[in-house]
């Protein structure tokens, strides 16, 4: 699986407006000063962030973005789903809906399993947790191990 910048700008953006004290909300140019994140980029990801309701706009002179969703309840996979779809696609399908002959139809597995893997991860981490810099005991006990950290 490859992040794209799309998903990972959303993410970083998320905890940046998450990790607001006063609660107020986020013009996009401070977001994309805060992340370094190019402006129209960013106006594009905030839109289907809306579109999913993971984020609002708020118009006027205290105008900007907030959540529209508590921290805690809004998950890496929601984000990921909203910008860029499916966590696993094979040739733009879902893994349940991809077809193999016979001699091939084991790869169909491989492909739910890794699905099943990343919802494990994905699902499994908040934006309030990334905001507050405290992960499930279960993703940090994935890094802990050296071996994840090695390239393959």
Request: glycine residues 6%; negative net charge.
């Amino acid at each position: 699986m490859r992040v794209s910048a799309k998903s990972d700008y959303a993410l970083r953006a998320l905890i940046e407006i998450a990790a607001r004290e006063d609660g107020k909300t986020v013009s996009a140019d401070e977001l994309g000063r805060a992340q370094d994140i190019p402006s129209g980029f960013l106006q594009a990801i905030l839109a289907d962030l809306r579109k999913a309701g993971i984020v609002f706009s708020q118009r006027g002179q205290s105008g900007g973005w907030r959540l529209a969703q508590r921290p805690e309840a809004i998950t890496v996979a929601d984000v990921i789903r909203a910008v860029d779809g499916p966590l696993v696609s094979v040739y733009g399908l879902r893994p349940e809906a991809v077809t193999y002959n016979e001699r091939a139809s084991v790869l169909q597995h491989v492909w739910i399993a890794a699905r099943d893997a990343l919802r494990d991860v994905f699902e499994g981490v908040s934006i309030a947790q990334l905001a507050q810099r405290e992960l499930p005991d279960e993703i940090t006990s994935r890094t802990a191990n050296d071996e994840a950290w090695q390239p393959h």
